[in-house]
């Protein structure tokens, strides 16, 4: 007997969001059902619903993917559902709040190719800066970007406070070394991107960081890489389709949301693939997703 692929998508939000559902149903998943208002202390419940409604030699077949907009609310609802677990009884799990773990993943990987590519260099002790860093997808990049050696730098728009303790998160909980800085006032902006080598440009979606100028002015950048697909870029000038592309007159390559994306999407979809076609339930957060981009960047 051929089981159903079942996808349980769960979120603390008010509504799961349709590009993970499109995203799962695209990958082959038969059926998808969204958990809305979810909290941690529910995870457990869920879970050992999904896998007691099935025999143990289906666990393979029961999927759980962990939504939101909360990085570490994610990881500890992961950490919950894998606590859940009662061997043999086993389910998937797949964490990518808003999309922040592939696309995390996918602007890393990308700019990891271009250092080695372009500056035959990799991201160890590289200088990174990272703008919109209050979000899931700079928080995400950071922490994968320490891991690798590199010496990160958030920047906050608004102020110290919030990228201080943003930090302060990164440190304790994955025990990497990122440093903070005030961003909120031109001089603060141009010491960044006069100190940086890479800059990340993770804000929200039609919000401009970094002016041509400012681009310009930034004497040792070697790349920037930009997420933002909504008119204006977060780097202006930096074209939507850049895929590391020498910077006009800023000098150094630009990476633009679309090559960042291309690679995301790969990396989202192959995971829900790999979901499906494992024999065994398999666990993925935003380092398993940082293997896979790499492989989809070359």
Request: overall charge negative.
């Amino acid at each position: 007997m051929t089981r159903k692929h079942i996808l349980h998508m769960l979120t603390p939000l008010r509504h799961m969001s349709p590009f993970d559902v499109n995203m799962a149903l695209d990958a082959g998943f038969d059926a998808v059902i969204p958990y809305t208002g979810v909290s941690l202390g529910e995870v457990t419940g869920l879970v050992q619903d999904a896998i007691f409604s099935r025999p143990p030699d289906a666990g393979a077949d029961t999927g759980i993917f962990i939504a939101g907009k909360d990085a570490l609310l994610a990881l500890d609802m992961l950490e919950a559902a894998r606590k859940a677990m009662v061997p043999p009884f086993r389910i998937s799990v797949f964490a990518d709040p808003a999309g922040s773990f592939t696309t995390a993943a996918a602007m890393v990987a990308k700019v990891e190719k271009a250092m080695d590519t372009h500056f035959q260099r990799s991201l160890r002790g590289t200088r990174m800066a990272i703008f919109g860093a209050t979000g899931v997808v700079g928080f995400c990049a950071a922490v994968i970007a320490a891991r690798e050696g590199a010496e990160v730098t958030l920047v906050g728009h608004d102020g110290l406070r919030r990228v201080k303790d943003i930090a302060d998160a990164v440190r304790s909980r994955f025990e990497v070394e990122v440093a903070a800085a005030d961003g909120s006032t031109e001089a603060g902006k141009r010491a960044q991107l006069d100190a940086a080598e890479v800059i990340l440009s993770a804000a929200k979606a039609g919000v401009q960081v970094i002016s041509q100028a400012q681009l310009q002015a930034a004497g040792g950048l070697l790349i920037a890489a930009d997420v933002n697909a909504v008119p204006p870029a977060g780097v202006e000038g930096l074209p939507v389709n850049a895929d590391a592309e020498p910077l006009k007159e800023a000098g150094g390559v630009g990476i633009g949301p679309l090559a960042i994306g291309n690679v995301k999407y790969k990396v989202e979809s192959g995971l829900f693939k790999r979901m499906i076609e494992s024999t065994k339930a398999v666990t993925f957060d935003f380092q398993d997703a940082f293997s896979l981009a790499r492989e989809k960047a070359r």
